[in-house]
């Protein structure tokens, strides 16, 4: 199977036509290789349950991960097929939502799946994860990666959302204000 194909037609077609990576990477990852066979076999409100799971996964809830696994365990799901299914689909969701959005259209997200031999009965569920619809809300939202160094050299990275960044943001102006009038003051001034 080739990696790389061009805009919209198959590699060949059109002398000259650009060609481009699949927003998964140059060569199809393994686990997308794997769970590409395995999709085959699964039920479609499971998978549809295991998209749920992967972008609550995603947005930091890792508790989504072992509720789906109880789930399609019960309806006759090997555990390493839905590990590898839940992999696979964690890898094609996070390496779309990490490009531009004017990056990567929906047809080519479309088509770029089908080059990686994804089933033509679960796309939407992905499509619907990334580019959102009425199935399942995008609900993606970005985070910020917070480095803060410490007086005595210690390194602290945190991960955070932007909204608990601006809520932090408040916090540490309002705290900056109130030093600043408490040394305003007169009452607490050492005089000389």
Do not use: C, W
């Amino acid at each position: 199977m080739a990696s790389k194909v061009s805009h919209g037609t198959k590699p060949g077609n059109r002398p000259g036509a650009i060609e481009r990576t699949l927003f998964a990477g140059y060569k199809v990852p393994d686990e997308v290789s794997k769970m590409s066979k395995l999709l085959k076999k699964i039920d479609h409100s499971s998978y549809r349950k295991i998209v749920v799971a992967v972008v609550k996964d995603i947005e930091g809830d890792t508790s989504s991960y072992h509720r789906v696994l109880k789930e399609v365990k019960s309806e006759e799901l090997p555990i390493d097929n839905f590990n590898i299914i839940f992999a696979g689909t964690k890898l094609l969701i996070a390496s779309s939502i990490r490009l531009p959005d004017a990056s990567l259209k929906s047809e080519v997200f479309e088509t770029d799946l089908q080059q990686m031999r994804i089933p033509d009965e679960v796309i939407p569920y992905l499509r619907d994860a990334v580019y959102g619809s009425s199935t399942i809300s995008r609900s993606l939202v970005p985070n910020l990666l917070l480095e803060l160094t410490l007086s005595n050299g210690k390194i602290f990275t945190f991960e955070v959302s932007v909204a608990k960044f601006h809520e932090l943001r408040y916090n540490i102006a309002k705290v900056l204000k109130e030093m600043n009038s408490v040394e305003n003051k007169n009452i607490l001034k050492i005089q000389d």
